[in-house]
Structures are given as C-alpha cells and as structure tokens.
C-alpha cells in the first residue's frame, strides 16, 4: 500500500472511531494530501485526536514550508497519480460516510417488519422541563440524598403539554368535510377491511376501516394483512423450530361461534350462523367480512363496545366491591367505558383519563366523571393498592410485593415502588354531601416530613431494618420529574399519565392481555408480570405486535382484528397427535392449537340471556346490568386484603352446577311459555322435527348434529308422545348442561 494510502485508511478509522460526522472526516483527509493548505487552518473537532504525522521536511505532518509533488486541479504535474489518489479519497469517504451513518445511534428504531413508532395524540400532560431546584436536607441518617431532576428529552410516545389537551379535533372527523358518497346496502352490512380514501385523494397503501377516522399519531399506512401476515409468520417459525404437530383448522361453524363469544360476549344466532356458513367467496374472505361487521357495522359495534366495556371494568375494578367498594359507581365506570370503545378512542388517550380524572362519581353532580371510579376503588390512604394496580394493568409488571422490601426473584426494588408511588400524593378523595357521592381532586401536597417542602415533597418508606429513606416521583425505568409539590409547578399524575403511554411496556402489556383474552393462554404468565425475570413465549412476535399496536394509533379494534383472523387463531382445538403442546403442565405455549375454556361468567348469562329472549338489543341498560351484576357475584368473593385481590369458584363448582340445574335464567330458559328459543320450536307447526332438532343444536351449540346425536334425539321425542312441549323442554335443558355448551372451543 502507498503511503498516501495509508495516510488516507488511518484518517479514516480515526474520524470513525471518534464518531465524527463525515464533513470533518472530508476536511482531514484532504488536509492530509496537500488540498486544503491554502484554506484558513481550522482545530481540529474536540472529539477527535489529532493524527500523529511525521515531522521531518517535506513530509504531510510537517511544519513550515512544505513540498509540492501534485499539483491541484488544473496546474502542471503529474495528472496520472494525481486522479488516482483523488479517486482513492472519494471511495474512502463515501464509505466512512455510509459506515457513521449506520452506525450512528438512533433511538426507537423499528424492526424491518413494523413501521416506525408514531408521535403520540394531544392529551393532558404538563411540561417537564423546569428549572433546577436545591437539594434538600437529609436528616441525621434518614434521609437519603436524590440529585437534583435534570430536563428530560421528550420521548416519541410523551404527551405534549396541558394546552393541547382538550384538543380531540385529529380523533374525529369533521363536521366541515364533505360526505362520502352513500354505500349500498351489502357495503353497510360488510364493511371493507381498509376504507377508500376521501376524495379528491391518492390511493394510499392501507387505511383506518370504514367510519373511523386515523387516530393522532397513528400511521394509515400500516396494513391489516401485513400484520396478520407477521402474527402467522412468527407463530410458524416456532412450530418448526419446536417441530410440534399443528392442529387442523376449525370448521366454520366452530370458528363462528368463537369470534361471536369472545367480540360481542354471546352465542350467535341461527340466522347469523347461517348467513355466515352461506357467504359467497373463499373462507378467510368470509372471516374478514364478519369481523368487520361485528366490530364496525351497525348495531353490532355497540354490543361490542358493551362486551369489552363489561371486560375492562372487571380488569380495572374486578367484580367484587372491596374495601373502598362504597365509593366506587360501577355502571358509571363500564358507562364511561362504553362511550370510549364506541368513540374508538385510543388507548393511550383512554389510559391517560383514566390515570388523571378528576370530578364526583355518580351522575347528577356538575362534575361528573364515570373514569374516576378507577382510582376511587384503588385510591387508599398512602395510594399503595393503586400504585400497584396502574403498574399491573397499564404496564404488565407486578411491584406490589417491593412495598415492605426488594423483590427476591426479580429486578424490582422497594425504591421503585415508592417513586411510582409518589405521583399520586396530590391526588385526594372527598365525601360528597349525598349519600354515595365521593370525589377525587387534586391538592398541594407538601411532603410527608415534620416541616412542608413544597419544592421537594418527599415520600417516606421503611426498610425492614427499621432504617427511613426519601422517595421522589420516579418512574420505573428511572425517570424522574420536578418534585414539587404544587400543582400548579408539576401535575404529577399527568406526568404520570405520560410516562406510562411512553413506555414500552405499554403496548405489550395491552397486547399481552388481549392476546391471552382471545387465545387462552398470554405470551408470559400472568400475563401482568413482564421482565426479564419471566420472559415471554414468543418474544419477537410481542415486541413487533406491540410496536405495530403503537404504530396504529393505538386502536383496540385493528388490535382484535388481527389476533382473530391470525392462524393460530383459526386452529381448531382438537389435540393432534403426538402433539407435546400443553401449556397446563407448565410449558410455555405454542398455540398450534385453540386451548379450550370455560365461558367468562358475563359470557354465559348473555348467551342464556339470547336463548330466553331476555338481552336487550342495546347494552349496558341498567335492569339487564344490575341483574347480571348479581348473577356473576355469586361464585365471586372478596379476600380483604390490601391489594383488593379477589377469588372466582366459577369453573367447575358447586355453585355453578347448582345454577346450570336448576337456576332462575336455566328455568327461563327452559320454560316453554317464557323462552323465545322454545316459543320458536312449538309455534312452527309446519316444520318437521328433524329441522326442529337442527335448530336447536345450532341455536346452542352453533353447529349441526351428529347422526347418531339426531337419531338420539328424534328418539326421544316420539317417547314422549303428545307431551311435546316437556320433550322440547328436557331437550334444551340437556344442551345448555353439556359440557359443551360451556366451553369456548
């Protein structure tokens, strides 16, 4: 190698392992060969470490005169060597260019599968950067010194302050637009998977379904079938890598009552299920169909936001009432629930009303607020069991148990626990004057010590060598905020609030839950217990779901849409053979199957509900809530603790067996002069019994039966001669106690 060539590879790895930007890479190595030495002499970057040249006269380090062999461009010399060297520096610096450009750090870079993070919607939030405020004083051994919070750099999922919060103009669509042309009756009741654009606009690549506008921050871009492409993609790769047998797919039938169950809380009809199985075209265009109609179409979207409104309250609040249960308005809660869901409001936002509400709790004050019933449950003297309950449902992680000390198993410490827990000091329950009537507010909060610091407003915790030590609003991975305590210097549960959507916890632990709501079994368990200490089934798989979550705009729907129509999804739930896939035995799933289970309790009463002619078209209405409220509570109890935790004898109890035998809905159902379903049977005198008994399978178990399941039951009818009205009777009450007809399978 030439020495002008060496000179060249040595500036070069030089600048690039100084991490200094190409430009200054350019400017040494031409200084280097004699190019830039007329140009004003400029210090080298404070990065960088000068090159150490040779001295001696004539040489390209030297000082003082120096000794001229090639002539710049356009002057006498030796032109040959002059290109060649020239042409030498180009390739050099394009490539240290490319090399610093690539390796040059980024942060919230995507995987090739996902598009990049989205710039989060306007909610309310505060400003964090504030000036630096003193240390405070320890006490003699007590208390332990915090550095100062310093500015931090805003996130790519942070809120933007208080002033945009009201601002809901990106999430909805504008009264000012012009209306989209009016769609035909078979486009209303099957709704496209992506929405034409508007016009006067470009095709894009995908976009928000029909009706639903984009929500802020969310890409439009990211399309349906390229996500539930990546779901079957990762799922496979695992099936081949553990050479499991798979499943065969699920019958129509089967699938359809799935997706009816676990989207609107209940069976399908027989006429839903026929016109299902009748559908023109290929079954994953089928599929496709009706997820979009229950999810966006008319009538359908309203029953789907009561269902998940039912689930979100019972993962908020759960179903019992608890110590603070006086406080808490539950139908004001799944009320303010179903208007979100049906708003599509995105989660992020959803999560950031919920964390910072503030008003009375029942409806008919001036300040009224369903979403304050979240904390009212949980908002205790020291806000332990709601520190606890933000961090298990909002960011899938379980800190409760480092309250009293460092937890054993895992990286949680008693220190983290109390800087989440400093955020809801400001926040304070009032008793209303009417009975029932509490309020949650906001309050200076001056610390916890003898004196008030306002501009350091500590919180206090013990070790369980009796040792105090201080804690200021922290969150978990360690960001800190000002730890003032006036609201009007810091908000600390919207800073709260921003921290968590910024998280990337967030999104798995939305995407976690809802994947284990669907399918059984969560990519760790529990599935509110993420870290490193418990590392999920399919890591790449939650990592990507959960940024194209994030990428979405944080849309639930388009989140149920693609675990529904995945393949893992689709499998039917009979073990294959030779199949080591069981995750009841401890093993971490790896769904190349459906894994059965029992109906939620709220399941099984909508469905009994459907069969008597009991459910109302519209939910939540009050009667039917406050009576299946009732219901559920039966094989519920409360276990007093400090953590609100509740137990469930719902599956295979006594209590449970007792109802399906011979409870007031069964009887309903069961009753010939009040149940719809058999009012249906005896009024059709026209209809032979065998289509008599077809309907009646489907209309319980959502599929035909067997053979030998119709010989059986055409048997038993004629036994029963003219009582036919009890053989219809004893026939349905056989059905609904099968053991089928309680599964989700």
Known sequence: MKPEEERILDAALEELLGQVRPPDLTRRVLAQLGYCEAATPRAPAPETTPLATPSGPGQPGAAGPRVQEDAPF??????????????????????????????????????????????????????????PRPQPRPAEGSRAEMPTPSRQRSKPHSLPPEST??????????????????????AQQFPPLVAPPPRGEKPAAASQPAGVAPASGGSPRI?????????????????????????????????????????LGRLPTVEELRQFEQAPGPLPQKKRRLVQQLLYGEGYREQWAANWAGVWTVWLIG????????????????????????ENKPYDQLCAELLTATGSNRPGQPDYSGAVNFLLKHLDAKAVTATAQTARVFLGTQVQCTQCHNHPFNQWKQSQFWGLNAFFRQARVQRGQARGVYRLVDRD???????????????????????????????????RIDPAGRIEQVHRRR?????????????QAAVNRLWAAFLGYGFTRPVDDLGPHNPPSHPELLDKLGRAFAAAGYDLRRLMSWIVLSRPYGLSSRVPRGSFDDPTTGQPPL??????????????????????????????????????????????????????????????????????????????????????????????????????VIYLFQATLSRRPSRAELQMALHALRQYGPRQAAAWSDLTWALVNSGEFLLVR
């Open 445 to 479: 909060f001056p610390g916890e010590g003898a004196q008030p610091h306002w501009d350091q407003a500590e919180v206090y915790y013990e070790l369980r060598n009796g040792l105090l030590k201080v804690a200021y609003p922290t969150f978990l991975d360690g960001r």
């Open 319 to 342: 179903r019992t009432d608890g110590p603070m249960g006086r406080r808490v308005y539950r139908a004001g809660l799944q009320e303010y629930l179903y208007q979100a869901l049906l």
């Open 74 to 131: 356009g002057r006498p010399g030796r032109r040959g060597g002059l290109w060649k060297l020239w042409a030498a520096a180009c390739v050099a610096c394009l490539a240290v260019a490319v090399g610093v450009w690539t390796l040059w750090p980024t942060s919230g870079t995507p995987g090739p599968e996902v598009v990049q993070q989205p710039q989060p919607h306007p909610a309310q939030s505060s400003t964090q950067q504030t000036s």
């Open 591 to 692: 769904f190349s199957r459906f894994y059965m289970r029992q109906m939620r309790p709220e399941q099984l009463y909508d469905s009994l509900s459907l069969l008597a002619g009991t459910a109302p078209d519209r939910l939540p209405l009050a009667r039917h809530g406050v009576q299946r409220q009732h219901w559920v509570q039966r094989f519920m109890f409360d276990l007093n603790n400090d953590e609100n935790n509740e137990a469930t004898l719902w599956e295979t109890s006594l209590t449970q067996t007792l109802l399906m035998w011979n409870g007031p809905l069964v009887e309903q159902v069961t009753d010939p002069q009040r149940s719809l379903l058999l009012q249906q049977l005896l009024g059709r005198r026209d209809v032979r019994p065998r289509e008599k």
């Open 223 to 263: 399309r349906d079938a390229d996500v539930v492409a990546l779901i079957d993609r990762l799922i496979r790769r695992r099936w081949q890598e553990e050479q499991v047998p798979v499943a065969q797919d699920a019958s129509q039938s089967t699938w359809c009552r799935r997706v009816y169950l676990d989207l």
């Open 165 to 186: 919060a009201g601002d809901k103009s990106p999430r909805m669509e504008s009264p000012r637009q012009p209306k989209p042309p009016a769609r035909s009756r078979l």
């Open 495 to 507: 800073e709260l609030a921003r921290l968590v959507v910024s998280s990337p916890l967030f999104g």
